[in-house]
């Protein structure tokens, strides 16, 4: 079991916070005192404050830059996709 403390600001990380939860992909963009303010990418993105004592099942993977931009690159191009579908409705 680890814990949000252990991440770090401006990095993207693959997490389980609960055993049998979805993989997610999350950033970390602030660290306070006591909390971390962190992006959550599903369907959309997700912005929430986290306390660095709050629990994570499994830290899969840290993500490096090269794999970052690629990532990027894939969910710019479905966001566009969407909002196409949006419009069209």
């Not at 909390?35 to 959550?40: A, K, N, T, W």
């Not at 099942?57 to 969910?75: P, T």
């Given at each position: 079991m680890y ?31 006591q ?9 959309g ?37 969407y ?7």
């Amino acid at each position: 079991m680890y814990s949000y403390a252990l991440l770090e600001k401006n990095c993207y990380y693959l997490i389980q916070e609960k055993e049998n939860d979805p993989i997610n992909l999350i950033k970390v963009n602030l660290e306070t005192d006591q909390c971390l303010y962190v992006s959550r990418y599903t369907d959309g993105t997700a912005i929430e404050w986290k306390k660095k004592t709050d629990p994570i099942f499994d830290i899969l993977e840290l993500l490096g830059d090269d794999k970052v931009k690629d990532w990027e690159s894939i969910y710019n191009d479905n966001q566009g996709t969407y909002n196409v579908e949006e419009d069209e409705d």
